[in-house]
């Protein structure tokens, strides 16, 4: 078997920042909590719990002048005000690129425009964004719905892992309500951008794709979806454990690619399994 990786995958920046704070504070002795997952990967958050890292599902879970480490999604600014107001110690590992989705957001908001939001209204990032750009604000996840084209000043911004395309059909599809004033801002983050650009250049070329990472991670299930999308088939896996003989059976030439929260040791793992 013939395997190529893409050439821009796995870790990117913010998540590699995230683990290295989390790191770090384990490593001055210090007990460090979580709010959620820290990145979308489970085998990596494994590994920082067995080094005594927490992840708790409620503030109420952790105790009083404790450490927390803020997830690289971000959280509510209600969340922040709680934990701070409790005297715990707040290590902020949220993405400096989801920070700049979240300033949009509040500057959006303050001017008076209707805030909307591209992405998917359960994901944390998009969670804390909402928080930030208060209740009038809406989340698109597909079709525009038709009361939005009445509103007369609007302001769009994306989850950084969202496609290029979703965001551009949103921002169309609102112009045709003809508002006052449309503003949009592409806050889509580079890392994003490269990698699906890298997957699908090298979906072109093989005879099977193979997308890794968690399956709670929007930017991996957006690799999958692109590859698939162009017509090869795709699987999106954690690990190599994952791999069934069944996906290669007939194939030549394999590609791999990863989410941003993707480790290299999973890439190699797989990339061996492949090659063998
Ligand atoms: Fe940040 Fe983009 Fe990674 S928003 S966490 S650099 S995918």
Redesign the pocket.
């Known amino acids: 078997m013939d395997v190529k990786v893409a050439d821009n995958c796995g870790f990117?920046?913010?998540?590699r920042r995230?683990i290295e704070l989390a790191e770090s504070t384990l490593r001055a002795g210090e007990e460090a909590y979580c709010l959620g997952p820290l990145?979308h990967n489970p085998q990596v958050i494994e590994r920082l719990i067995q080094r005594g890292f927490r992840v708790v599902g409620d503030p109420e879970q952790i105790p009083d002048g404790a450490k927390v480490v803020i997830r690289?999604h971000g959280v509510r600014p209600e969340v922040m005000d709680e934990l701070r107001a409790r005297d715990i110690d707040v290590v902020d590992a949220t993405?400096?690129?989801?920070k700049r989705v979240q300033d949009r957001a509040r500057e959006l908001a303050r001017e008076g425009y209707r805030v909307v939001i591209v992405g998917e209204r359960h994901h944390p990032e998009v969670d804390a964004i909402l928080g930030i750009a208060g209740p009038e604000s809406v989340v698109v996840d597909g079709e525009v719905p038709d009361d939005l084209l009445r509103v007369r000043k609007v302001g769009v911004i994306a989850q950084?892992?969202q496609e290029g395309a979703a965001l551009r059909e949103v921002v169309h599809r609102l112009a045709e309500g003809m508002p006052d004033e449309l503003r949009a801002f592409n806050t889509i983050?580079?890392?994003?951008v490269e990698r699906q650009r890298s997957a699908v250049e090298l979906a072109g070329q093989v005879d099977v794709m193979f997308v890794l990472g968690g399956r709670n991670s929007a930017?991996t299930a957006r690799l999958a979806e692109i590859c698939a999308g162009i017509g090869v088939p795709t699987y999106h896996l954690e690990t190599a454990a994952e791999l069934d003989p069944t996906m290669v059976a007939g194939k030549r030439r394999a590609g791999v690619t990863a989410g941003?929260?993707t480790p290299d040791w999973i890439v190699k793992e797989l990339v061996s399994a492949l090659s063998v």
Do not use: E, M, R
């Not at 990117?12 to 998540?15: K, L, P, Q, R």
């Open positions: 990117c920046f913010g998540v995230a990145i690289s993405c400096p690129l989801v950084t892992t983050c580079s890392a994003t930017n941003a929260s």
